[in-house]
């Protein structure tokens, strides 16, 4: 087996001295939460120049303030310039034809399309009534998409608007519904479905009156709660628009995963037309060909399940006919780009615990890696050149670029090296085993930033959500194994059975078997690194999971109850019974217990639910859910509680009234680090000479 053993220092702090003055460190969360953000690399039609957003922290508003920064590609010393004002939240450039560079804001109140004219003032492109969504501009400057929130039954946007104004002087607040969704995510439903619209751009650069192309079937698009302009996309000639939409005409939306591909004239002189109505899977991404002739885009096989594998089909538009390009690579493709000449595809898919950039043969279906380890998270394909954004378990991510053929890699910014001048990250490596069946299995494994020989370090054992999802080599921002690493700890992370890029098979089996081969994989992983690394002190670890990792820790609190000195649950499945009746995408737990209801087949989700084993529960638990968690409703985490206390059982709950699925604000990230730093200690007992 080859294993990649990386440097204690961070990538990115290698052109930079530690400060001579700052002593070394690990990273602590508020180093975590301020560090920059760089994401959606976007290249100049000339491909000299790329555009691309940072998010910093507003500590003071306690949020994340998007800007745009540009770098020039012809300068090898050239610096990276921000181009938006300090404090003004930007998102989305987007270049035109000629090189112009648009953005959205909210500015002016609500989110606009902006023209960014040269370090003058922008120039506004949109004023529509409560601001746009996603959008797009097309291929021959001259048009935009974009979607907006609409009342099916309204003739156009203001008849929204002023709908949802009268609603605001009624004084009664009950909300009556005849069918689902009621809520999705965080947010109850208010009757709006995301539609697009088409405005012709003037000589100025504004958009005229918008045309609503998306009319007809009923449904969102871009798909709610995260589609965005990638699910939309215009004709190489600019006078149609390729869009995904799940018609939900019969009225149960949350059983079916079946997006489709629809088109549309920009002029909506006819009604959208489902060109895949004969897949039942869902469909995704649409991108046409360089020329015109072809649509490529991802479609999964199966309905109600959201985590087959991504096939890549290209579609004939003349001839509607439709083949499947790599039918024999077993991985799922995550995002989707033509080369310039439309004889390659350009995709990033998980890859044993990596997720790298491929090349794909449009003829031949031949697959070529292009980057090395580490997760490739956004890309921007050129004419020579490729820009994309990369991190790994020791770097955040920064823009790099190669050459088509995947060669001459260079990185081109640094944007936290200064941050993190003088921290240092924990060594990392990954290992394998036999897991659950005698299959290969991996894992990670994460030294604490002061590693010493001879030493024993406590460790936390962190468990994935998803369930299929990986945890590998990448640089996260709320389960970050650094965090830990900088705290003291050694961190351990094992993607078990379900877990993505080992093949479809892999994922696949966790089905029906949540509490099964994935819990024995965990207590494998667990065994083969305190075997392997025996400065692990497995005497002295808790286990760490949220959504299906918090699943799992309540099946560990009754399967494993002797594995762990304590546990950390965040937004966990108690009962499954409950969760069937309770959440909001019925698909997924449908699927995940055999595609029935649970009044049909109740043994299916009763076999693995962590309610029928309390009894067995004795190990200290911190709870942890938010108030707008829809998906995983907040009962579960209060239940979990419930029980603990009942039980006499060392327990802390702790509540988040303004977050959902996720810890999304810095000072409730920094709140629910430092809570869950404590619990890990208080239990761990810091070793000697080990600050708490």
Not at 489 to 494: D, G, K, L, S, T
Request: charged share 25%; with cysteine; aromatic share 10%.
């Amino acid at each position: 087996m080859t294993r990649s053993l990386v440097l204690i220092l961070a990538g990115a702090v290698l052109a930079w001295p530690l400060a001579a003055d700052a002593a070394p460190r690990g990273l602590d969360v508020r180093d975590l939460v301020m560090l920059e953000r760089v994401s959606d690399p976007q290249l100049a039609p000339d491909g000299k120049t790329v555009a691309y957003v940072v998010r910093e922290t507003d500590m003071a508003g306690n949020r994340g303030v998007n800007g745009i920064w540009l770098l020039d590609l012809e300068r090898r010393d050239a610096r990276p310039r921000r181009l938006t004002p300090e404090g003004e939240s930007w998102s989305n450039p987007r270049f035109d034809g000629d090189g112009r560079l648009f953005a959205g804001s909210a500015k002016g109140g609500s989110n606009q399309v902006w023209r960014l004219a040269g370090g003058g003032e922008p120039i506004q492109v949109t004023d529509v009534p409560g601001g746009v969504g996603a959008w797009q501009l097309s291929p021959d400057g001259q048009r935009l998409a974009f979607s907006v929130a609409m009342f099916p039954d309204c003739a156009d946007i203001a008849c929204t608007r002023e709908r949802l104004e009268a609603r605001k002087q009624v004084k009664a607040s009950g909300t009556a519904y005849d069918g689902l969704f009621i809520r999705h995510w965080d947010t109850w439903k208010d009757g709006t479905r995301n539609q697009l619209f088409v405005a012709e751009l003037d000589s100025d650069g504004r958009a005229g009156a918008p045309v609503w192309v998306s009319k007809g079937p009923l449904g969102d698009t871009p798909s709610k709660p995260f589609g965005g302009d990638g699910d939309f996309a215009f004709a190489r000639d600019s006078r149609s628009l390729f869009f995904v939409l799940r018609d939900a005409a019969d009225g149960m939306e949350p059983l079916s995963t079946n997006l489709d591909i629809w088109r549309a004239p920009v002029d909506g002189s006819e009604p959208p037309v489902n060109l895949t109505a004969d897949l039942k899977g869902g469909e995704s991404s649409p991108v046409p060909s360089p020329d015109g002739r072809y649509l490529a885009f991802f479609s999964m096989e199966r309905p109600m399940y959201e985590a087959d594998r991504h096939r890549i089909l290209l579609r004939d538009l003349g001839t509607g006919t439709t083949r499947e390009i790599a039918a024999d690579w077993d991985r799922s493709a995550g995002t989707l780009a033509f080369g310039h000449d439309g004889r390659t595809l350009y995709v990033t898919a998980n890859d044993v615990g990596q997720n790298p950039l491929f090349a794909i043969d449009v003829a031949s279906g031949q697959v070529r890696r292009l980057t090395g380890d580490g997760q490739v998270s956004a890309v921007a394909v050129g004419r020579d050149r490729i820009v994309y954004a990369m991190n790994d378990l020791a770097n955040p991510a920064d823009l790099h670029r190669i050459d088509l053929r995947g060669r001459n890699a260079r990185q081109l910014t640094r944007h936290n090296a200064e941050r993190l001048a003088d921290v240092v990250m924990g060594e990392y490596e990954q290992f394998r085993f036999d897991g659950a069946g005698g299959a290969t299995v991996y894992g990670h494994v994460v030294k604490p930033w002061n590693f010493q020989e001879g030493e024993r370090y406590p460790v936390a054992f962190i468990i994935h959500g998803g369930p299929q999802g990986s945890m590998g080599n990448s640089f996260h921002y709320r389960w970050n194994p650094q965090t830990y690493a900088g705290a003291g700890f050694a961190a351990v992370f094992i993607d078990f059975h379900g877990s993505t890029g080992y093949g479809q098979a892999f994922t696949d089996a966790i089905r029906q078997d949540w509490g099964g081969k994935p819990l024995e994989d965990l207590k494998l992983g667990m065994a083969a690194a305190l075997d392997r690394y025996r400065w692990l002190d497995g005497g002295r670890a808790c286990a760490l999971g949220a959504s299906y990792g918090g699943y799992m820790i309540n099946w560990i609190a009754g399967n494993w109850p002797d594995g762990f000195r304590c546990l950390v649950n965040h937004s966990g499945i108690f009962d499954n019974r409950f969760m069937y009746y309770s959440t909001e995408e019925l698909w997924f737990t449908e699927w995940e217990h055999g595609a029935r209801p649970y009044y049909e087949d109740p043994a299916a989700y009763e076999k693995h639910n962590p309610a029928n084993h309390v009894a067995d529960w004795r190990t200290p638990m911190l709870v942890i859910h938010g108030d707008l968690d829809y998906r995983v409703p907040p009962e579960q985490g209060i239940a979990t509680f419930t029980a603990l206390q009942r039980k006499g059982i060392a327990s802390r709950f702790l509540r988040f009234p303004d977050e959902n699925h996720w810890i999304l604000k810095p000072e409730n990230s920094i709140q629910w680090h430092d809570e869950v730093k404590a619990w890990l200690w208080r239990w761990l007992e810091p070793a000697a000479g080990q600050a708490d």
